[in-house]
């Protein structure tokens, strides 16, 4: 495995080699963003000093260069996540941007008062307030499916609540807060068997598994570049060639349309129907250059040692006495959410951080998951490719320091 030489996946992260506060940096938040491997920075440094061009409209040689990479990228992602065309890699800003799309698209053309949008209850509130803001004003209800004590999904309640009157289900493959991961191929089953489409959130997904959409015969899929280790200002939305072509644009603009009048205009094919404008040209390169990264090592080896890496963490958490963990799932990846009995994550955080260590607290963007399990919010530690067992039992002696720091 590649995981042999790990200090030459590290040399690769040059954001890695750093040090916070007087120790060296440990970069454990992840789920919020990953770190940019040399060859992702390269590809936007070249764009930019090389061929920087709008694409789509240009005969001359920058433009069609830019082109022919801005192109190459969509193919690349179409491959990652073998979908079956390339042109169902609609790229927008990310996962926020995605789902928002998504939410006026379908929204628009399928949905009317007395439908109802599926959701969980661990969703962010990128899968929340989207179908709020688009749905309420025209009667679509949100319902919500609930997860156990153990953070994971209850599929007797998801089976129950399947019944006409949905019309998406949407929910996130992996949990950004708990991370738990939902039995995804099993929930597009269940819903498919009552002709129910299904929108899934991989924002936490994407960069720690293999995703094959055809297998899981998803219809809508929705991810961050920034959150696979390619830029941010970039994501994809893919979706099943049918529903991309039932759906209305979003936006208007240039390059989504074939012909303009005054009086009306008609729509270009997929995938620019669902692009109007220039672009986040530069981002959608590296995001590319992102997905050759991944591949080299291998996704399946990704998800093999993060599994490992994992374990360890969530071992080892759950020795601390004081320490809630907040999420059991059996199926883990990712993060691990926990608090500690008395104290205030965001002092926890700030004593981690005094020692170089980087982790998230708050809410997570998860409000409605808090309220469940009647907490403010959680420390967050979030896996990447690239850290280490050593960085693991670093950060668990730095979160025992901070603990006997309060206590004192
Ligand atoms: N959904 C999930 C599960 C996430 O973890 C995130 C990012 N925290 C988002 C949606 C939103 O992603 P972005 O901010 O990149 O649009």
Redesign the pocket.
């Known amino acids: 495995s590649i995981y042999k030489d790990l200090s030459k996946i590290r040399s690769e992260f040059p954001v890695l080699h750093q040090k916070v506060n007087g120790g060296p940096l440990i970069y454990l938040d992840n ?3 990953t770190q940019k491997p040399l060859s992702v920075i390269h590809a936007v440094d070249e764009y930019y000093q090389c061929y920087n061009s709008n694409i789509h409209r240009g005969v001359h040689h920058l433009s069609q260069k830019a082109t022919l990479a801005y192109e190459g990228s969509r193919v690349k992602i179409a491959r990652f996540i073998n979908a079956r065309y390339s042109h169902e890699i609609i790229f927008n ?7 928002n799309m998504m939410a006026y698209c379908f929204n628009k053309k399928f949905l009317k008062k007395g439908d109802v949008v599926l959701i969980s209850a661990m ?5 929340i307030v989207p179908w709020q803001i688009f749905g309420q004003e025209n009667g679509v209800e949100l319902r919500v499916v609930p997860i156990d004590a153990s953070g994971e999904l209850n599929m007797d309640a998801f089976r129950s609540m399947l019944n006409e009157k949905v019309k998406l289900v949407s929910v ?5 807060t708990l991370g738990t991961v939902n039995p995804v191929k099993e929930i597009i089953k269940m819903a498919h068997r009552q002709n129910i489409p299904v929108l899934l ?1 991989a ?2 997904a994407i960069a720690h598994m293999a995703i094959d959409v055809q297998e899981l015969d998803v219809d809508f899929m ?1 991810f ?1 570049g ?2 696979m280790y390619g830029p ?1 200002g970039i ?1 994809v939305l893919y979706a099943k060639e049918t529903w991309l072509e039932a759906m209305p644009p979003h936006q208007g603009g240039g390059d989504m349309i074939k012909e303009v009048t005054f009086e009306r205009s008609t729509y270009n094919r997929l995938p620019y129907k669902f692009e109007a404008g220039t672009p986040a040209i530069s981002s959608a390169i590296g995001l590319g250059v992102a997905v050759d990264y991944l591949e080299a090592i291998g996704m399946p080896e990704i998800a093999a040692y993060e599994h490992e890496l994992t374990a360890h963490l969530i071992g080892s958490l759950t020795e601390i006495e004081e320490l809630r963990l907040i999420g059991n799932a059996k199926n883990h990846a990712g993060a691990a959410s926990f608090v500690i009995s008395g104290h205030h994550n965001s002092d926890i955080g700030e004593l981690l951080n005094q020692q170089g260590i980087a982790v998230r607290t708050g809410h ?2 998860t409000q409605p998951l808090m309220k469940i399990f009647n907490i403010k919010g959680t420390v967050r530690a979030s896996l990447a490719l690239y850290n280490t067992h050593t960085e693991i039992e670093d950060f668990i002696s730095g979160l025992k320091n901070a603990i006997s720091i309060l206590k004192s």
């Open positions: 789920a919020a963003t800003k990310g996962t926020t941007d995605g789902i969703e962010h509130h990128a899968n996130t493959y992996v949990s950004n959130d924002a936490q929705v961050s920034h959150k941010t994501g997570h963007c």
